[in-house]
T-cell receptor
Framework: GQQLNQSPQSMFIQEGEDVSMNCTSS?????WLWYKQDPGEGPVLLIA?????ELTSNGRLTAQFGITRKDSFLNISASIPSDVGIYFC????????????FGTGTRLQVFP | NAGVTQTPKFQVLKTGQSMTLQCAQD?????MSWYRQDPGMGLRLIHY???????DQGEVPNGYNVSRSTTEDFPLRLLSAAPSQTSVYFC????????????????FGPGTRLTVL
C-alpha cells in the first residue's frame, strides 16, 4: 500500500534547538496533517493543512503544505523536553475518499 | 466525555484463536476507523466506517472483520489470529469526512497491544 516518505527517521537534539522534518509523496494530497504520539498513547493532532502553499502555526510549531501538493514540512522552534515523541505526517489521498495515508514517523529525542 | 476508549489494553493470543477488540466513542462521531501500527511502518488503515451500518476496507483488511451496528461502537474481530497480526491497534473517530472538508477533529484511542504467539 501507499506510504509517505518521512524524514529524518530520528533526531537527537539539545533543548532550545529548532527542529525540521518533512514528508514527501508520489501522489497529490488535498489535506496534510501532523500528529504527535507519546509513548503508550494514541496520536494527537497538532496541525491540519487544507490548501497548497498554506503555512499554519500552533504555538512553537509551524507546518506548511507544499506548493506541489506532494510534500509538507513541520518545524518546531526552541525545543523543550516535552517535545519528545514520534511525529507523524498524514495525507488525504484523493484517489481513495476519506482515507488517510500515514508517514513512517520521526522519533524526536530532546536532551536538556 | 470519555472520548475514544479501547479495550483491552494488552492481549496475548495463540495462533488460531479468535478475539474482538472493542472501540467506543461518546462524541456522536459518524466516522470511525481502525489502524495498526508496526515498527517503522507508521499507521496503516485496516477498516473504516462512515456511519452506522456502513463499513469499508482500508489498506490492510485481510484477516479482520468489522461491523457498525451503532454510532458509538466499532469492534474489530480477528477470526483466526496469526503471528503477523502482532501489532498495536488504534481506533479513531471523527465528526468530519472528506465531503465535509476537514479532518481536524479526528481523535485516537489509547491503543491495544496485541501479541500472537
Amino acid at each position: 500500500g501507499q506510504q509517505l516518505n518521512q524524514s529524518p527517521q530520528s533526531m537527537f537534539i539539545q533543548e532550545g534547538e529548532d527542529v525540521s522534518m518533512n514528508c514527501t509523496s508520489s501522489s497529490i494530497f488535498n489535506t496534510w496533517l501532523w500528529y504527535k504520539q507519546d509513548p503508550g498513547e494514541g496520536p494527537v493532532l497538532l496541525i491540519a493543512l487544507y490548501k497548497a502553499g498554506e503555512l499554519t502555526s500552533n504555538g512553537r510549531l509551524t507546518a506548511q503544505f507544499g506548493i506541489t501538493r506532494k510534500d509538507s514540512f513541520l518545524n518546531i522552534s526552541a525545543s523543550i523536553p516535552s517535545d519528545v515523541g514520534i511525529y507523524f505526517c498524514a495525507g488525504q489521498d484523493l484517489g481513495n475518499t476519506d482515507k488517510l495515508i500515514f508517514g513512517t514517523g520521526t522519533r524526536l529525542q530532546v536532551f536538556p | 466525555n470519555a472520548g475514544v476508549t479501547q479495550t483491552p489494553k494488552f492481549q496475548v493470543l495463540k495462533t488460531g484463536q479468535s478475539m474482538t477488540l472493542q472501540c467506543a466513542q461518546d462524541m456522536n462521531h459518524e466516522y470511525m476507523s481502525w489502524y495498526r501500527q508496526d515498527p517503522g511502518m507508521g499507521l496503516r488503515l485496516i477498516h473504516y466506517s462512515v456511519g452506522a451500518g456502513i463499513t469499508d476496507q482500508g489498506e490492510v483488511p485481510n484477516g479482520y472483520n468489522v461491523s457498525r451496528s451503532t454510532t458509538e461502537d466499532f469492534p474489530l474481530r480477528l477470526l483466526s489470529a496469526a503471528p503477523s497480526q502482532t501489532s498495536v491497534y488504534f481506533c479513531a473517530s471523527s465528526d468530519t469526512t472528506r465531503l465535509a472538508g476537514g479532518w481536524d477533529t479526528q481523535y485516537f484511542g489509547p491503543g491495544t497491544r496485541l501479541t500472537v504467539l
